[in-house]
T-cell receptor, first 114, second 109 residues
């Protein structure tokens, strides 16, 4: 079955450490997205990518970095510059970025700073 | 930017009851989706509904784009319906969904 796989499900980060969250899709979707969700809140866009080797900042990109070397993969790195990284991170994909395409989400990664 | 408001913020139901969740938005939209986030965090797409009415089993949704609202109906609720329901929308020419803050539903056995 096609879908989006995020790993790991739970991740613990020490102060000053960079960590990378994985997102892989086998839906042959062109567009991929990273969202952050804080407790009791909606989702906020971190980065998105329309095609391979291209990505754009979303609303809260500071302290995060991404790459898109393959169509299937869109990893997110949470750097030490992100001062409050504890949150639930969701990856999504869509066929394209045009208005009429809906999203498919992965199952998320819970990141905790220890 | 566009504003999205969902109501009610919290809802507790007895199993078997019906409910209506509302999503109001401040601008015209080209795309609107309803999602259910289960207690484990997974977001499941319920409806892609920029306008009109759709039904899927016990769930149905209606979007009246001209009046800038969408409704999600849950009939004969079950405990597995518990979770958070989000509406998310996109306006013309934008690349991202704007999410509401959600309705937290708890269905009691």
């Amino acid at each position: 079955d096609g879908g989006i796989t995020q790993s790991p499900k739970y991740l613990f980060r020490k102060e000053g450490q960079n960590v990378t969250l994985s997102c892989e899709q086998n839906l042959n979707h062109d567009a991929m997205y990273w969202y952050r969700q804080d407790p009791g809140q909606g989702l906020r866009l971190i980065y998105y990518s329309q095609i391979v080797n291209d990505f754009q900042k979303g609303d809260i990109a500071e302290g995060y970095s991404v790459s898109r070397e393959k169509k299937e993969s869109f990893p997110l790195t949470v750097t030490s510059a992100q001062k409050n990284p504890t949150a639930f991170y969701l990856c999504a994909s869509s066929i394209g970025t045009e208005d009429y395409y809906g999203y498919t989400f992965g199952s998320g990664t819970r990141l905790t700073v220890v | 930017g566009i504003q999205v408001e969902q109501s009610p913020p919290d809802l507790i139901l007895q199993e078997g009851a019906n409910s209506t969740l509302r999503c109001n938005f401040s601008d015209s939209v080209n795309n609107l989706q309803w999602f259910h986030q289960n207690p484990w965090g997974q977001l499941i797409n319920l409806f892609y509904i920029p306008s009109g009415t759709k039904q899927n089993g016990r769930l149905s949704a209606t979007t009246v784009a001209t009046e800038r609202y969408s409704l999600l109906y849950i009939s004969s609720s079950q405990t597995t319906d518990s979770g958070v329901y989000f509406c998310a929308l996109r306006t013309s020419g934008t690349y991202k969904y704007i999410f509401g803050t959600g309705t937290r539903l708890k269905v009691l056995a």
